[in-house]
């Protein structure tokens, strides 16, 4: 995912993962639309798993949440995506979603398009 990040301009400062999820933070050009970002991602990192882990059933689901954070929070981010195997013990992905969603006020935010 690094590498793909990189090759569309956009630079991964962090990657962390569990078993059902994702987290990724990095530098969102200004000359980059987040949803595209996301759609290269995406697509590279499931041709790779088909391709090179032979995962034929792996598939993304539709939705997905993006936050921005100030430079100054970096860190802090960077430090909450490391712990992501011991906070999602508990707390499971969808309850995290659902509680960003809540605590910054998301309004845009569809249950049924996010988790399809």
């Known amino acids: 995912m690094a590498g ?11 990657i962390n993962s569990v078993p059902d999820h994702v987290h990724t933070l990095f530098r969102l050009s200004k000359n980059a639309s987040l949803a595209k970002i996301v759609e290269e991602v995406k697509k590279g990192s499931s041709k790779w798993m088909k391709d090179e882990i032979g995962t034929r059933s792996f598939y993304w689901q539709t939705g997905y949440a993006a936050f921005s954070v100030s430079s100054s929070k970096v860190n802090s981010v960077k430090r909450y995506i490391a712990r992501q195997e011991d906070h999602h013990k ?6 995290e979603i659902e509680r960003f969603m809540k605590q910054y006020d998301v309004v845009e935010y569809n249950s049924e398009y996010f988790w399809e």
Do not use: E, H, S, T
């Open 4 to 14: 793909i990040f990189k090759n569309v301009d956009n630079p991964a400062l962090f």
């Open 90 to 95: 508990q707390m499971n992905c969808r309850g």
